[in-house]
């Protein structure tokens, strides 16, 4: 029954973009990719409690890691994938494995230091990065002597969102899960269940961190062009405002509130203009006094 | 077979202050072992160094037959060890069934992708829920924490400790904040604890609730062991009365 309603969701999925434009095909494409970053955020930051500002770097990561290891180092498209997956992991291994020693804060100002570094490196990388132009003007080496492009390239994207839900439900409803959201609620009290308290939020980090970069590694081909604004540190703050008034800890929450907040601007920019920011931070800001647990929070209570 | 707890000539010092100094007793299988003292006899210093909180300074603990001093918490939870704790620490975002699960964390194996781990889950939580049901919080299983009362939540922290299926559980103050009626409670389930085979430290300075309870009872007073016995050796043990009751108090 429950692998019938995963199918039925992926073929839904899938064939969407077969009947939308070119134009909305590309906002769709998009916002499943904001959906997959919001349900591994949602992980790190709902379910383990660990606030970091470097999940768009590492997207970003992904992204550059694999148009420069494919068309600046020349490498073949399954090498490039996973030499620039393994670049993600390390750094993520770098970055929490001393700050998750010390208090949460700290992880908080390294991933900040780390994100607004990516942007300086992206800027001043010079041929490697493109600088302050990026890299464009590349296509998606064929797979199997086929060009993979348009709605079926969108079935791709659907794909990764699908398996980073199923390997985050996954997780979420075993002892890791439990233990990560042990982590959040009381490490102490956590510490004496058994659960070794750093190494499930080195491993969380890690893991959530791997899984932007492959989200980065699929959008650089979605655009055909990575530049260093599109991975500006206010995308950071996007994500947690997604997870935050969808309902952090909840999937159901990191996709309501991804899909809400990336089309906000889509629906309101016609009817008020560049006032929409100014909606944006108001619901932001009620999200946080008025619903601490989020739009999923409000359906729970209306539901029972 | 010998104790399975042993702890050997234990000294922890604060700055200039002895906490705990030269600390010697053991613990048998199955047994009831009940640490009393006034407040700052250094109950809890001796209570956070068996679970890892605290590193003693000197001395020796040995838990079924291997050396724990010095390990952090979770290795020794791992061994066998779980706790509870005296101000109820319970995660608060969870149902009283995922809490009880969360005290399971060591009973599960790595792999989380075997088809062997769906039947896993299904065990411990067939396993959670009958502790739950152990200790009297049935018709809550599936409430969240914040739902409890302090003494149902104290109830908590023992089923809790119970999934990780222990070899020793150690209580600290396990009686404080309750009413008299939720203390007898707590009582009645340790005793059943302890006939489950399960051995059982008690760290507390309320005399009415641990004399009856325990097997036997080790007093300390300024981080020092003043005497060790039975209950009943210990209540009219002349160091006891003059050190921890004062002179006219009489049990």
């Known amino acids: 029954m429950r692998v019938v309603a995963w199918v039925a969701a992926f073929v839904a999925l899938a064939a969407l973009p077969f009947f939308l434009g070119s134009y909305h095909n590309d906002v769709y494409r998009k916002l499943l990719l904001w959906v997959a970053l919001a349900l591994g955020y949602n992980f790190l930051f709902g379910i383990c409690g660990q606030v970091a500002f470097s999940h768009f770097a590492f997207y970003g990561i992904g992204a550059y890691g694999v148009v420069i290891l494919l068309f600046q180092v020349g490498l073949p498209l399954p090498i490039a994938i996973l030499l620039a997956l393994l670049i993600c992991v390390i750094l993520a291994l770098i970055v929490a494995i001393p700050a998750t020693r010390l208090e949460g804060f700290y992880l908080a100002l390294v991933t900040l230091a780390l994100a607004q570094l990516f942007i300086v490196l992206l800027n001043e990388g010079g041929t490697v990065t493109g600088g302050a132009g990026g890299i464009a003007n590349y296509r998606l080496p064929p797979i199997f002597g086929t060009r993979v492009s348009g709605p079926t390239y969108t079935l791709v994207i659907v794909a990764l969102l699908m398996l980073t839900l199923a390997l985050l439900w996954r997780l979420d409803r075993s002892w890791f899960g439990r233990a990560c959201r042990a982590v959040r609620d009381n490490p102490e009290a956590a510490a004496a269940m058994g659960v070794d308290v750093a190494r499930t939020k ?7 961190s791997a899984l932007a970069g492959m989200a980065g590694m699929v959008y650089a081909f979605v655009d ?81 | 077979m010998g104790p399975l707890l042993q702890v050997s000539r234990v000294t922890k010092r604060f700055g200039g202050l002895t906490a705990v100094s030269k600390l010697a007793f053991e613990l048998r299988r199955g047994e009831i072992l009940g640490v009393i003292g006034p407040n700052g006899a250094g109950k809890s210093t001796t209570f956070n160094i068996i679970a890892g909180t605290y590193a003693a300074d000197e001395g020796e603990i040995r838990f079924d037959g291997e050396s724990i001093a010095g390990m952090p918490p979770h290795q020794i939870a791992r061994r066998g060890v779980m706790r509870t704790f005296q101000h109820n620490r319970p995660f608060e975002g ?7 699960l969360v005290g399971a964390h060591t009973r599960f194996g790595r792999n989380l992708f075997s088809r062997s781990a769906a039947a ?37 922290e023992i089923a809790r ?49 641990l004399l009856p309870l325990a097997h036997r009872v080790v007093v300390l007073n300024f981080g020092a062991k003043i005497a060790e016995g ?3 050796e210990v209540r009219l043990h002349p160091a006891v009365l003059d050190a921890y009751l004062g002179h006219a108090a009489a049990v």
């Open chain 1, 202 to 208: 080195v491993i969380a980090f890690t893991l959530t």
């Open chain 2, 230 to 232: 039975t209950p009943d």
């Open chain 1, 224 to 304: 055909n062009t990575v530049n260093p604004p599109i991975f500006g540190l206010e995308n950071a703050f996007l994500i947690l405002f997604m997870v935050i008034v969808g309902g952090a800890g909840r999937h159901a929450g990191a996709i309501i509130g991804a899909v809400l907040l990336f089309l906000l601007p889509f629906w309101l920019s016609p009817v008020v203009g560049h006032h929409h920011q100014l909606i944006f931070g108001a619901l932001v800001v009620g999200a946080i006094l008025l619903w601490p647990k989020g739009l999923v929070g409000i359906w729970d209570r209306f539901s029972r």
């Open chain 2, 94 to 100: 969870m149902s009283v069934l995922e809490n009880v």
């Open chain 2, 161 to 209: 400790a119970l999934a990780g299926a222990p070899k020793l559980i150690l209580f600290d103050e396990p009686a404080a904040g309750l009413t008299r009626a939720e203390a007898e409670r707590i009582a009645t389930v340790i005793r059943g604890i302890a006939e489950r085979g399960i051995a059982v430290l008690l760290i507390e300075h309320d005399m009415h609730f």
């Open chain 2, 120 to 156: 896993e889950e299904r065990e411990q939580r067939a396993q959670a829920e009958r502790l739950v049901e152990f200790v009297g919080l049935g018709e809550l299983r599936t409430a969240n924490v914040d739902r409890l009362s302090f003494g149902q939540g104290r109830l908590l």
